[in-house]
């Protein structure tokens, strides 16, 4: 039975149309190459070539730092310029491996060579995603091998395709689903098979209809020997929609909390990029090195959607967009209610960049935040009923042991709550920076404990 939405949420105005209507385009940047080592959840990346080494498209340039972590490949052929530290979108700075992209575009041989995935056992198949170096494409950066390595004793009966987009301006999944449905539907077969009893669900908001039809159409046409079951929901279009336990509960009615999986209500999720690039891994030998990117925004000229190979500079997908109408004021790493703020363009994509929206105006910035007028619109909104003011007053008075204690560690951080207040109080940002200080105290304890046992 499919549930119509979750509870609270808001509605803000999704300026897709501004590059919804722009086809996917190819580009093959010129010039230096930057690929972070820590661009994903879980353990850096180790590298594993050096400065003067030359290197091919889809090379490994750094293994896996451990069980969640990633290996990160090459995306032009060229030289290794320098293996060293490299600003990161946080501010701080990390591990890259820099390339000199000679415009060759030579790959390894076996790139791109298609292969019978159906008769690889199971341990291979994860394998094949382990090595292409696949995460959440849709911002979280997880890695999907470690979803798809659940317990032997955990049942998945749902695998779940986040094809809801909706954030704001972002349109590359949307993009994606109107012309490679196919490899979506491809991915997806490859993730049933790893689970025999599971229906896959590709959940999309209804504002994207055509999408919607086009994959119900690649369904159609699928080579699906096995006869596995697979559907389209249409969700409705409200925010966070795309969020991992909303997603959960309107497609199966079934709550998850912080302290659980989505395995642990049967589910796995995966986001609509992550999806093809399961199909390019598995069957094509291609590891993820490209993604599409959506470039919009009213200070961008020609707001596009690009398959950009990773570590390209964010400077040429702001010139390949015709460049700025005018000197944007902000320009955002992700979309306006989740992403992040940047303040130097001397960037690269990442597995997670999915979108760079340019602001003329930084409208939430020319505002000075009031005293709380108590209107409690915040609490109406919150999907996971938190007293979100409550928790911002704790957080902002650095009463951590408070913010624990109203669950703010529930939060999944939407921003839903400083959207609606009329007071333009920066809520959602209080109750992160109080979670992310939480939970990283809670780390070094684990890890003190762990210490002190190996003396022990």
């Not at 999986?261 to 291609?286: E, K, M, R, W, Y």
């Not at 938190?386 to 008075?397: F, G, T, V, Y």
């Amino acid at each position: 039975m499919f549930h119509p939405s979750f509870r609270g949420g808001v509605h803000p105005k999704d300026h897709k149309s501004l590059s919804s209507g722009s086809a996917i385009e190819a580009l093959r940047p010129e010039g230096e190459m930057v690929y972070l080592l820590n661009a994903h959840i879980g353990a850096p990346a180790v590298p594993v070539v050096q400065a003067g080494d030359r290197v091919l498209v889809g090379q490994k340039l750094a293994d896996p730092g451990g069980f969640v972590s990633v290996p990160v490949h090459a995306s032009v052929s060229g030289t290794v310029k320098s293996v060293g530290p490299h600003l990161c979108q946080n501010g701080d700075t990390g591990l890259a491996v820099t390339v000199e992209n000679d415009g060759l575009y030579e790959a390894v041989p076996g790139f791109g060579q298609e292969r019978d995935w159906r008769r690889m056992p199971k341990e291979a198949l994860i394998g094949a995603v382990r090595d292409a170096g696949i995460v959440g494409m849709g911002g979280a950066g997880f890695p999907t091998h470690v979803k798809l390595s659940v317990k032997p004793d955990v049942h998945i009966d749902t695998i779940l395709c986040n094809g809801a987009e909706c954030e704001p301006y972002i349109t590359c999944d949307y993009r994606l689903m109107l012309e490679r449905a196919d490899l979506s539907v491809l991915g997806m077969q490859i993730l049933l098979s790893l689970f025999p009893d599971a229906t896959g669900v590709f959940g999309i908001e209804d504002n994207k209809k055509d999408g919607m039809e086009k994959v119900r159409e690649a369904i159609g046409r699928a080579d699906n020997p096995e006869g596995r079951t697979m559907v389209v929901k249409s969700l409705k279009k409200k925010y966070p929609q795309g969020g991992e336990r909303m997603l959960i509960y309107a497609v199966t009615g079934r709550k998850i909390n912080a302290r659980q999986l989505p395995a642990d209500a049967g589910c796995v999720v995966v986001n609509f990029s992550t999806l093809i690039a399961v199909a390019q891994a598995v069957a094509f030998q291609i590891p993820l090195m490209h993604r599409v990117v959506t470039v919009t925004g009213d200070a961008v000229a020609r707001p596009s959607n690009f398959d950009v190979p990773l570590g390209t500079p964010f400077g040429i997908l702001f010139e390949k967009a015709g460049g700025f109408v005018s000197e944007p004021e902000k320009i955002i790493s992700g979309g306006p209610m989740m992403g992040a703020a940047v303040y130097t363009t001397d960037l690269p994509v990442t597995k997670t960049t999915s979108c760079l929206l340019c602001m003329t105006k930084d409208e939430l910035g020319n505002y000075e935040p009031e005293e709380c007028i108590r209107c409690g619109k915040c609490l109406t909104v919150c999907p996971e009923r938190l007293m979100p003011i409550k928790l911002k007053n704790a957080a902002d008075a650095g009463e951590y042991d408070v913010v624990e204690k109203l669950h703010g560690l529930e939060c999944i951080g939407c921003g839903c709550c400083t959207y609606i207040c009329p007071a333009r109080r920066k809520i959602s940002q209080s109750i992160t920076a109080a979670k992310n200080h939480i939970l990283a105290e809670k780390r070094r304890a684990a890890m003190k404990q762990q210490e002190a046992q190996k003396k022990e």
